[in-house]
């Protein structure tokens, strides 16, 4: 036969009370809660720039986003080009070594009253010295050169007026290693033309080297 448990009442007629809940930790309260996720919030919009501008629009970048940048090649600046040598200052191409020593245009007859050419335009004459610095003989042609003016016309020599010309020496020259020839090109050109260089050949292959005459 089964026994029941009986509790005894109060003396005073009271019955026993239950032991009363335990309360919830104050974290998990919906209070605590609520201002938790206010905090959270507010701390995230200050760190992402709560002035209303960010890192990438001002374009600040951090030493560690600079390092992680990837290098960019910059082009050297071209060194600029040597200045051609000028008038009475050597100009060496091949074999031969080139002296300009100056240039006139101020004639437009070469010759004398027996034997004479008139230029189409004014004849321009250059003077120079050339000096054979190779091993072996080298023949120098007047007809090699080329005059050149500011707006980048080409001239080629005049080898027909050069024979009218004294002591011209342009036509055709054997020089030897180490001796030096004088030489006088002739151009004929239009009037008015101021030649601002000349292009001096060792031979008709030559790379050439240019001399100012400005």
Known sequence: MSQSTHVPADPQGYAPQPPAPAKKPFYKRAWFIVLAVLVVIAIATQGGGGDGESTTATGDASPGDAAAAPAVDTPAAEAPAPEAPGIGEPAADGDFNFVVNGVDCSGTEIGNEFLSQKAQG???????????????????????????????????????????????????????????????????????????????????FSGGVTVSLQ
């Open 122 to 204: 004014q004849f321009c004459i250059v003077d120079l010295t050339i000096t054979n610095i190779g091993d072996q003989a080298q023949s120098f042609f007047g007809d090699n050169a080329t005059l050149f003016n500011a707006q980048g016309q080409q001239f080629s020599a005049d080898g027909e007026a050069a024979i009218y010309l004294e002591n011209s020496s342009s036509l055709y020259e054997e020089i030897n290693p180490g001796n030096t020839l004088a030489s006088k090109v002739v151009f004929d050109v239009p009037a008015g033309t101021v030649p601002t260089s000349i292009e001096l050949h060792d031979s008709a």
